[in-house]
């Protein structure tokens, strides 16, 4: 085991980087991030549309986050692998066929937990909001998401940790994650293979289970400090 | 000022407001009480339309306030609306609570809105406690909080949806202490609310409710000691001395 | 344009309904396996002994923080080659794929499952099992009268959510070879050229399952609500 991580651990870490493209662990973290990131405004706005008082942007909205959640997420890269090219007329990399699919998906799990986070609050808060005479945009953005997005908070690193796993797809297209640079490296060491997938499983285990128990963490301190009042 | 005309309401086939015909005049302190269910909240929220109505009008100075193409928001910022439950932005300290709508619509600058704000919570007795949150404040501070950030709109009308109902029955007092202040002051007020105490003493009027009508209208003195609908009569005896032995 | 004859009959669609056929028995065995295991981890992880519910917490987030295609990696490439040879060259000969795949799919659903067994449980206060003991009940009578009835209508709720996931992850199988629907499509796009009909038919038929299975959810919960105090 130390030979193989001595032989292919940079190449395990940073895939071909510096004489070719960014790969492995650092890519799989990059590729989450990013997506997790372009997925979050998109999450917002399918979240508020779900909860939106007309009917004609709910529906619409309500049927795409229920299709998308309903389907694998290899079939979206797929989709996205043969669709990308179709739509956009030129052939695009791994990479962004990668994470359209993965900001198209998250953005579907991303609304669930946007709507779950609002109307967690209650109805009293934006009702106090409006007799106030704040309108629907105000109050949504003075007093409704500031408490929602805080509530949000270990959601959203538990979707990261998601995002991290799914990221593994990326070895059907032939992306340079972490899983794809394992299944290199085995195909030239060849002899133990259990060893180099175990040392894969564990390299995820280490950051989700980091992530997660951040998470967690996030969620205590937030039962701890309630910031609602409830009255008597 | 405020004048109910033939208003009704259903929730599917269930009544919840029927033929209300009312009129409150600028500066009159009404009350409405009655047993539980009986619709006196919901015709309450009709006002500042947190409630609809499927039948009948309401007007608050001539206009028809339930009319389409009225300005909904302006009509709220008008009015100053208190909730059994407070409902204080959590986010927010009480300072914070009473500037964000003046500010936001734009109706005060910053300074005008902290100004203001600070005068208001000295005046429902809280100004030590302006840089608090919600949850450091008792449930009797942040009623009184809530009223001020009702008042910073400087509203001529104040509804009150049972401001004292979710209290400790030991942080009743300094609430209504607050809301007679306001009626001595002359401000419009319709209180729904389930202490006759202050019922008898600051009402001008009291509306008696059940099932969705007013079943009685009558100055507190003659309401409290000669009801004359027998489910008034029957609401008083129970709430007086439910468990009288006699 | 799009000739959606081309995988409603023919050798396309045969290879299509074969990855469909495959697919869901892939999830029925995985659920056959899963269901007991997560039960056994789910009393693992409450057991009095904290040495076992160590084994069951180690378990839980060993599985949940690898992701399923990792897994899969594991179980055909990895672990065959820690077997001894003659179980190994069986293996190789019988039906590796599949195998590999149900194992790597029921230890994936099992740690999930298991935690909302294990939630479920925990979710009826304690209480509960002291009212039905001073009522008269014996222990396994307080136990089948008063908490299972509970525990299942809070528990069966997440646990359909957990087939529905299933029911997607059947698709990471594709990986190792197994011939599940996501491989039938990709066959038929290679074989001829079209992308748009073999990839609607699979989407068509993910979502026709994942819509039966949210169906029984809502019908479960509709029929038999939990009721809060």
Known sequence: MRELIDTYGVYFLVGQYPNGPLGGLALTLLLSALALLLALPLGLALGLARLSPWRALRWPVSAFVFTVRATPLLMVVFWAYFGLPALTGYKSGQFATMLVALVVFDGAYLAEIVRAGVQGLGRGQMEAARALGLSHLQALRSVILPQALRHMLPSLVNQFVSTIKETSLGYIIGLSEVSFIASQINTQVFTKPAQVYLWLGFSYFVLCFALSRFAYWMQDRGQRRPATATPA | MIGFERVSKWYGSYPALVEIDETIARGEVVVICGPSGSGKSTLLRTVNRLESIQAGRIRIEGRDIHAPGTDVNALRAR????????????????????????VQLGRLSRSQALEQARALLARVGLAHKADAYPAELSGGQQQRVAIARALAQQPPLMLFDEPTSALDPEMVGEVLAVIRGLAKDGMTLI?????????????????????????????????FQRPQHPRAQQFLADIRLPFDAR | MFDPSLVLSGPYRDLLVAGLLLSLELAAITLVFALPLAIGVALLRMAPARPLRWLGAAYVEAIRNVPLLAHMLFWYFGAPELLPEPLKRRLYEGNIEAISAVIALTLYTAAY???????????IPPVQMEAGRSLGLGFLATVRLVLLPQALRITVPPLISQTLNLWKNTSIATVIGVGELMYQAAQVESASFRSFEPFAFATLSYLSVSLLITGLAAWYQ????????
């Open chain 2, 79 to 102: 009015i100053g609306f208190v909730f059994q439950q407070f409902n204080l932005f959590p986010h927010l300290t009480a300072l914070q609570n009473c500037t964000l709508a003046p």
């Open chain 3, 113 to 123: 499952m298991a935690e909302d067994i294990r939630s479920g449980m925990r979710a």
């Open chain 3, 222 to 229: 509709q029929r038999y609500p939990v009721r809060h105090f």
């Open chain 2, 191 to 223: 209180c729904v609310t389930h202490e006759m105490g202050f019922a008898r003493e600051v009402a001008d009027r009291v509306l008696f409710m059940d099932a969705g009508r007013v079943l009685e209208r009558a100055s507190p003195a003659e309401f």
